[in-house]
Structures are given as C-alpha cells and as structure tokens.
C-alpha cells in the first residue's frame, strides 16, 4: 500500500529527448602506500557481454593527490565511484558538480587482514548542490543500520519460515517508509524515488532468492519462500538503472522460474532450461530479454556444453542487439581458434613462485598425459575460501588422476603465505603477483577471481573458467569429461 501511494505521487512527464550533459567532479585521495591508485566511476548495470561493469572514467590523482575530470551524462543516474578498496554509491544527475574526498582512516582489522594488523579502511566526504539527492543511499545506510544492498539472509536457527519471512518483510518496508518521509521532507526527484524503489525491491527479492537457494534440499521451505516472489515481474527500464534489481532479475531467472542447479547437474540441461524459461517470460520485453539471453550465453560460453553451438545459432536469430551478438561471436571464435591453436607464450612463460620463492612457469606445471586443473583465487577474496575446502574434497578424491594447482593473485606474498597458514591450505601453491595486470590475465580474460581453469591431458584447455565446486555434482561431471578426453 505504502508502495503505492508513493507511486502515485509522481509526476507524469512528458516524453523529452534527452541530451547528454556534463558532470563535474573533483576533490583529493589519500596516498596508498607502494601502489597507483585510480579514482573510478562505473554504470550500475553489469555489461551482458563481458559481465563487468561499464567504466565512466579512471581518474589518475596528481602529485599532491588531487584530482579533476568531466563526463557526460544523460540522465539522473546511481553511480558507483571506487578508490582503493571503497566503493560508493552515488546518485548523480546531469550538471552536477561534486567534491569527493576520500578520507583513510586506519582501524583494527577484524575481518581480512590475517595477522592481526591494522588495515587502510576508507571513507568519503561529499559536497554537492543536491546533498539531499547524492547522498541518500548514504543516509538510507544509517538508517537501517548495515550497507544497504548487502544481500543478508536472516539465518536464526531459532526462526521458523514464517518469522523469517516477517523480518525480510519487515526491513522492505521499513525502507520504504523511510523513502517516503525522506521524499515528503526534502522534496526529492520522481527520477531518485524511482531508482531507490527499484534497489530497495531488488534487495528484497535478493533475500528471498537467498532462502531459496538455502533451502534447495527442503521441499517445504523452498515451496514457501518461492509462494513469496511468484508475481514479480521485471523490466528494463528498471534494471538500467539499479545495480540490486539488474542482479536481482538475473537470479530469478536462474533459481526460481529455471530452479538454478536444483535442475540437475548436466550443463546442457541448464542451458536449455534457461533459454527457454527467458523466451517464455520475457519476450513481451524485448531489450530485457536480449540481456538475459546474452548474459546466459556469456556464462556457458567459458564450460561451452556440448548443445552450445546450436543454441548459439539460435541466440544469433532471436536476440535484436547485434552489438550484443557480435560480442558473443567474437568471444565464441577467440575460445575456439585458442583451444584448437593450442597455449602460446602469455600462458606458457607466465612466472609464478613457490611458497619457498622458486620460480616456476605456468608451461612447466603442465605435465603429458596428465590433466591439470588451476584454481586462480586470493586471500582477501570471500567467495575463494569458502570454496577451497569443496575444492580440497575434489583434490583428493583425483589426486592420483589429474593434478591441482592453485594459484594466488596476491600483491603482497606476506598475505598470500599468512592465508595459507590461516586456512591450513594445502597442495601445489603458488603466487603470481603481477595478477590481473599480467599478459597472462589479458590473454584469458581474467578481471576476477575464484576462476578455475581445466586442461585435459594433451594439453589442451577443457573449460576457460568452470563451473563452482560447491555445484558438486555438475563440477564432478566436469571433472570426469576431461579425464575422458
């Protein structure tokens, strides 16, 4: 109801073309000790085609850490702006000038850092024309008391479904009653009510999505949490412009209409029960379903399923974006022309070293007749650790049929050995510094980590980047094929 009456309250406008306008920014950054860091502004809605963010601008601060830059913009939009570990959300409308400090502070560390220092944490002072505006996810975050978007799934052992169901009811709507007084007392735009609508409920679906997957192994709880996102309903115009509610259709489509990995562990049924479940509940929106199909193609593209190509020929006669298309072909082509040409010398002469500072190469790890599987992760990455001991359970199980690797991307060899200790890691560990920076990560593509690469025993690349381990049964299925080839 509540939701409703703030829709009401819009105002109707009148179709306009819309010109790009600039926006200022400007302010200075604090120094991070041994590293050139960029002050960057990203879209909020991730590219289908490469699954990265869009980048706005990279910024270089000047000597004396000050910086300035000019960007176009059409119109009022939530923005991301990073510096070091930070990352901000801002929205910002067309002429905009905004002084974005960015403040360290150095705190105790109680989440990453491993032996028990202090670590750089971050912050950011803003002055703007619209403070009310710019800052209101800032001010949202206060009021609920927790960085808004984080997807947190109420997990007291001691609720029933029912009681879960009520707080994440409860926090939707606390939220929006907190929009509402924010919008009654400072007269906010229809363009920034709609988007903190579109976060807001994407963050509501996120928590469901979260009992869902939870749940995958209880009938009873996953029918219940499913009964309460059966009506939602998706469109672009939305997802352009909240990152939450971009990820939020994403994962709908995979754990509810198409039951993500509840649908069995062969890929090919995946991919075909999600390219199906698209063309039947979103081709009344054309440029939605565009974006679906192409993010589906992009990720199955890395493990390429056997049906792959045919339903690749069938994406290039549906999908109407052939920017779109083309950068699936072109990525589709590169794969293949790699796995039939064979590893050149970005991969072959990549160093890395030992835990005891030997130096190796990536070509030597490489042995005939034995398949290899590299897993690229880091110590400050979450989803990494929570992985490796699915990965372990792998590792051993195969250890005398194809060999481990495991392959840090770690700046600094001091957190990289200090995890191995913290999480009593195992097997052929090895670092390689230059990272994401590396010939090595430009050649495969690699902006993130956990990426698992698999090599069957010629030699050959099998899958440019897997599927999970803690998907157990695709991932020994996967396993098992390139042990056949």
Known sequence: MKLKILLSSLVIFKALIT???????????????????????????????????????????????????????????????????????????????????????????????????????????????????????DSLITHTGRKFGNVYYPSDNSLDNRQISEKIDQNYNDEVSYLIKYYQKYGISNELIKCALNEIKGDYI??????????????????????????????????????????????????????GYLFGPKLEDRLQSRFNAIIENFSSDLKLRDYLLTDQMRKYLQVMPSNYKSFLDNYCKICKNKEYVNGILDQYNTLVNKKTSGLDSNFTKQSVHTIHNQKATL?????????????????????????????????????????????????????????????????????????????????LKMTSVPRIMLFDKSGKIHSYSTIAPSDQKAFDLLLNDCLSK
């Open 363 to 443: 070509g030597s790890l490489l042995k005939k007749n034995r398949p290899l599987l590299i897993n690229f992760w880091a110590s400050w990455c979450g989803p990494c650790i929570v992985e490796m001991p699915l990965l372990k359970k792998f590792d051993d199980k195969y250890k005398d049929r194809m060999d481990f690797v495991y392959i840090s991307v770690d700046k600094s060899s001091n957190d990289w050995k200090t995890a191995i200790n913290k999480f009593n890691l195992s097997g052929n560990q090895y670092l390689m510094q230059d990272g994401f920076t590396s010939s090595l990560a430009k050649y």
């Open 206 to 259: 996120l928590k469901y999505i979260g009992k869902i997957i939870l749940n995958n192994q209880n009938p009873e709880a996953l029918n219940f949490f499913k009964e309460k996102i059966k009506d939602e309903y998706f469109s672009s115009a939305s997802c352009e412009t909240s990152s939450f509610y971009s990820v939020a259709v994403v994962n709908y489509l995979q754990f509810y209409l198409t039951k």
């Open 19 to 137: 010109f790009s306008q600039t926006v200022v920014i400007k302010g200075g950054v604090y120094k991070i000790p041994g590293k050139v860091a960029f002050v960057l502004g990203y879209k909020q809605q991730s590219n289908p085609v490469s699954g990265t963010y869009d980048q706005l601008f990279a910024i270089k601060p000047d000597s004396n850490g000050q910086y300035y830059h000019e960007f176009k913009l059409a119109n009022p939009s939530l923005l991301s702006f990073t510096y070091g570990s930070i990352d901000y959300q801002l929205f910002v409308s067309p002429n905009d000038t905004l002084t974005i400090e960015f403040v360290e502070k150095r705190v105790p560390d109680t989440i990453k850092n491993y032996n028990e220092t202090d670590y750089y944490n971050e912050e950011i002072k803003v002055k703007t024309q619209h403070p009310q505006e710019v800052m209101f996810f």
